[in-house]
């Protein structure tokens, strides 16, 4: 049978035959494609002469009818912001109702009770589902690292006969049946130029060459096409770089979708992706009047509906930043992430931008709060960050990094490396360090203490935190680039060269990248015959630098990879992962104490030739 044969035989089984016309009506299929497939299904037995089902017919319905459904709702949501901060997209509200209780509710109408959603961000709120539909909860720990398509490889046994359904989909009607007679995958009417896939003649789902369909996600699998979906699933999540990939992966076979599409009206099928599209399907949402948007209103004295333009910016390691205009101004909403009340003290933030505002070292906040962490600024316009592997940009950063340590601000607060290592320590509440030696590298570590201790330069305010992609370059009012320095949350009084290290471990260089850092912050100027930093000649590059100084900055090195070591290895508690960052700081712990080492033995071998001279 085809898929148009198909299409009448579900009609039928849904109501009584009535005429032709209508048929065409119900279906979207034309009066002779209607007519030719009636006579189709008389002759395979799938009706008889009165157009009525045979048993031949009840079977293939039975054979094909859902028995069950995945909604997907594990992921941040992250173009929900704000309101993703204070509740998992399938919890938001439209008309009075949140949105996956619509579609549980909507699912119940078509006969369907077993119901998995998968879950992740902020998994508890969805307890309570259980208790009043009777769901079954799969959590996903690696929602934070791993798209939709580790969702369902976690439901790989259900998938058959089963309705995939993302969890922010509202539905005018009810897009589930308990009639289904093959698969498909749901897209809308109306054109996207963001879609991966149009709609050709055939109803097949093909690759898009610029503007195609709107994906609204939905679809349902039964048969030959699950079984292939459930293979392709486990081949892709067991292939390296699928990280990022949507479960859709598994549908594309050379080209197309190997399942037809189910074409609905935008009208019918809403995705919710945006703070501004909950707005205007319900103005009225109690969702809409957020926490963070109520700040933006009281800071600007406006209206909620004159935030406009709401646009996620990229996760942070720390924070949650977004986008919006306002009365002709673009601005930068940073929001604190998950855990930062712990991590950061923000009445101590909130004094250092006292402390530097008017010295051209930062966009000065708009608005920030000393117990929240909220803080709005000017969005600049052109920004590019400081390419670590160029030469010519980190002569600008390193002038602009002593410039302003030799500014010596002083603020009322330390950064205690060690002591902060500690406390993230503690953080954990007892958990043992990933790190089978992890004890020993802290043994190591901390014996540099004295050492340090002893050559430490006298404290100034210290960015702490002074790495590349802090370091932001803009274009003024008359077209010149200018550059400042931005993200001052961990910033304290400390030794100025402890900046240097953080900026050579974010940027995971190697020690030789390591030496020509040190040399460019002693003379930006000093002579470098590349302009790429890793593959720059090596010689000569600590001319000038004191030997107890390169010591104390490899130990300080050192101290900082085991300082964000254990600080990465607590947002992991929090469901939060950081990869090869996170390895790279306990490598730099280890490596660092030992070329330390080195450098004191020689250090003390000069002054031993030094007394016998």
């Not at 598994?250 to 809403?270: C, F, H, Q, T």
């Not at 992706?273 to 103005?283: I, P, V």
Request: net charge negative.
């Amino acid at each position: 049978m085809n898929i148009q044969e198909l299409d009448i035989m579900k009609i039928l089984m849904n109501k009584p035959f009535v005429s032709q016309r209508i048929l065409a009506e119900d279906s979207g299929h034309s009066l002779g494609v209607v007519n030719r497939s009636l006579r189709s299904l008389e002759k395979e037995g799938y009706l008889n002469a009165d157009i009525q089902l045979t048993e031949k017919a009840a079977a293939l319905g039975e054979e094909h009818r859902p028995r069950r459904a995945i909604i997907l709702a594990a992921g941040f949501g992250m173009r929900m912001v704000p309101i993703n901060l204070e509740s998992p997209k399938a919890l938001l509200e439209v008309n009075g109702q949140t949105l996956i209780e619509r579609q549980i509710l909507q699912l119940h109408e078509a006969g369907i009770y077993e119901i998995y959603v998968v879950v992740g961000f902020m998994k508890e709120k969805f307890d309570y589902l259980i208790d009043e539909y009777g769901v079954q909860l799969i959590v996903n720990r690696e929602y934070a690292s791993r798209n939709n398509l580790y969702s369902m490889k976690l439901v790989l046994d259900h998938i058959d006969n089963a309705y995939i359904v993302p969890c922010d989909i509202w539905c005018a009607e009810n897009p589930f049946s308990a009639c289904e007679l093959y698969s498909w995958y749901m897209v809308s009417d109306r054109e996207d130029p963001e879609s991966d896939v149009r709609v050709n003649r055939k109803r097949e789902l093909v690759a898009a060459d610029g503007t195609g369909n709107a994906m609204i996600g939905i679809a349902y699998l039964q048969g030959k096409t699950a079984e292939t979906v459930r293979e392709r699933i486990r081949t892709l999540c067991g292939t390296f770089g699928k990280d990022g990939a949507f479960w859709e992966e598994a549908l594309y076979d050379r080209g197309k979708m190997i399942i037809p599409a189910r074409i609905v009206s935008s009208e019918n099928a809403v995705e919710i992706n945006t703070y501004e599209q909950l707005r205007d399907l319900d103005s009225g949402s109690s969702q809409l009047q957020s926490e963070v948007i109520g700040v933006i209103q009281q800071v600007f004295s406006c209206d909620a509906e004159e935030i406009r333009e709401i646009e996620v910016l990229k996760k942070g390691m720390t924070n949650r930043s977004f986008l919006f205009t306002c009365r002709g101004g673009k601005y930068i909403m940073r929001v604190p992430g998950e855990g930062t009340d712990k991590l950061i003290n923000r009445a101590q933030e909130a004094d250092v931008y006292r402390a530097i505002s008017g010295r051209g070292l930062c966009d000065d906040p708009v608005y920030i709060d000393p117990v929240t962490g909220y803080k709005i600024t000017r969005y600049l316009e052109g920004v590019r960050v400081c390419d670590a592997e160029s030469i010519s940009d980190l002569r600008r950063c390193m002038k602009k990094l002593r410039s302003f340590h030799e500014m010596k601000i002083e603020v009322g607060h330390v950064f205690d490396i060690f002591g902060q290592t500690e406390f993230y320590e503690n953080l954990r509440g007892g958990q043992p360090s990933v790190y089978r030696d992890y004890e020993r590298t802290k043994e190591r570590v901390l014996s540099l203490k004295p050492f340090i201790d002893k050559y430490a330069s006298a404290p100034v305010l210290t960015h702490i935190d002074a790495v590349p992609d802090n370091f932001l370059f803009y274009k003024d009012a008359e077209g010149r680039e200018q550059l400042q320095l931005t993200d001052w949350e961990y910033a304290g009084m400390q030794d100025p060269h402890v900046d240097i290290a953080m900026f050579c471990i974010y940027s995971m260089y190697d020690k030789s990248c390591v030496d020509r850092l040190i040399g460019l912050y002693w003379d930006p100027d000093r002579a470098i015959e590349a302009e790429d930093i890793r593959t720059a000649k090596a010689q000569h590059v600590l001319d000038g630098v004191p030997l107890q100084t390169v010591a104390k900055i490899y130990a300080y090195i050192a101290a900082c990879g085991l300082l964000w070591s254990n600080w990465c290895e607590y947002k992991l508690l929090l469901g939060v992962e950081f990869g090869e960052y996170s390895l790279r700081q306990y490598r730099y712990a280890k490596d660092y104490y030992r070329y330390t080492r080195e450098l004191m033995s020689e250090m003390a071998q000069e002054v031993e030739e030094d007394i016998h001279a």
